[in-house]
């Protein structure tokens, strides 16, 4: 071979290598067989419908009656109308070609005063016919039972997941659902992100019921700094004792595996001092491990409770033994990556300072460069590489426990352009590409990962952001409701579809 061939040669596998960093060459036939791709909702974001047929008024409802907690004022009262519109929806999952739906149920539809009052048998009715639905088209349910929402009564009561008494209405709903669904639902999700939720409503103070204390936030009452380990710790049983009762009297006989979903934010180190790698490490402990090490090992990290001391809860003997493997599988929502900052031997933030944030500080530049390319939330940059090293770091540590990539998602910078053609969201194509490039790695190293979701079907009610991020492969009219494919709907099928060729839409 001259050395003209010899070079020619080169530069295809350059360019080869390239195509695969990018993405570019993903294919479906990258995954296993029995991998399972689909896409992903949560029912206050698209039902609407908010009081009808004897739903009653939940968190976010009370929540956002204040426009000023939501960034353009908006709530989900009507959201994109799902509760009206469910069987045009699950048609248009189907010509997706999608192996799988995941969505959840709405606790105030089906149980409107929790524990203290009956069952809406409407709201069973409606979720039968999502249900059964989706099975004669060949669609696997993925059913998460909380999705941050729930009857504003239970906070009225008792003030929700700060009170024990909250875990008995969360394992009476969750029997509910169990009940009435777990016939023909054999994947189960408990609780959705119980990490950023609490961050979010009992931290920093932006979700309802809107908690905190500074340097995190000026809220009316709280203590960011004790009420986030109290709400974990009452959702944490609460996943527990549903768990228990489900394989004591459900799972023999319906068949199906229960896991729990974490926002898996992945770290890395600022510097390539030990310090701020030894920070990551606690970022991901503190983040991450909260969550699931209780679930898999039946207590708190030992860095938590390392720095946290007295303040972190803790568990019965008892409560340990049935909280020790309560998961079949392991939820994953990833969307970023983050730079972490040692905060124990270098100066940091007021917040940086604080031990429930395990003494680190996160940035999202490092020398001036940021992370990654922006989108239309700010803390979410364009990071794939961060897959790999997400579900890297859960294989090792949770002894490659099963896995779902749950949530996956991107939503375009917002600008100023009535001209924007939104139809065209090359950047959301490309976003999906590299991070199922970097997924397939992550498959290919021995990563026990069974299935992918995209965040979201159409564009939703994006909690405190409103209606301005954009995550959905299909675009909704906000005076029509109209659901219009963008570009990467059409991608997403050809992906799953790859013995058909179709022309994008112009």
Known sequence: MNDIMIGFVLLLLLVAAQASINGDAIERSD??????????????????????????????????????????????FVADDHYHRYLEDIETIQSLGVDAYRFSISWARVLPRGRFGEVNPNGILFYNKILDNLLLRGITP?????????PQELQDRYGSWLSPLMREDYVHFAETCFKNFGDRVKHWITINEPNLFTQMAYKNGKYPPARCSPPFGNCSAGNSDIEPLVVVHNMLLAHGKAMKIYRRDYQ?????????????????PLTDNDLDQDAANRGLAFYIGWVLDPLI???YPSEMRQYLGNQLPRFSSSE????????????????????????????????GNRAINGFLDTTRERDGIPIG???????????????????????????????????????????ENENQNVLQDNKRVEYHKMYLSSLAQAISDGADVRGYFVWTLMDDFEWVHGYLPTFGLYYVDRETLNRIPKLSARWYQDFLNPQYVREYIS
């Open 31 to 76: 995954f296993p067989d029995g991998f399972l791709f689909g896409v992903s909702t949560s029912a206050y974001q698209i039902e609407g419908a908010n009081l009808e047929d004897g739903k009653s008024v939940n968190n976010w409802d009370a929540f956002s009656l204040s426009p000023s907690n939501i960034e353009d004022g908006g709530n989900g």
């Open 142 to 150: 993925f059913v998460t039972i909380y999705h941050h929402d729930f």
């Open 252 to 268: 023999q006989k319906q068949g199906g595996i229960v896991g729990i979903v974490v926002d898996c934010l992945m770290y890395e």
């Open 297 to 299: 090992f039946g207590d």
């Open 320 to 351: 340990s033994n049935f909280m020790k493997d309560a998961i079949d599988f392991i939820g994953v929502n990833h969307y970023t990556t983050t730079y972490a900052k040692d905060c124990i031997h270098s100066t940091c933030s007021l917040t």
């Open 373 to 415: 390319e922006p989108t239309g939330i700010e803390v979410m940059r364009v990071v794939p590489r961060g897959t790999r090293k997400m579900i890297e770091y859960l294989k090792k540590r949770y002894d490659n426990k099963p896995m779902f990539v749950t949530e996956n998602g991107y939503s375009e910078p917002l600008v």
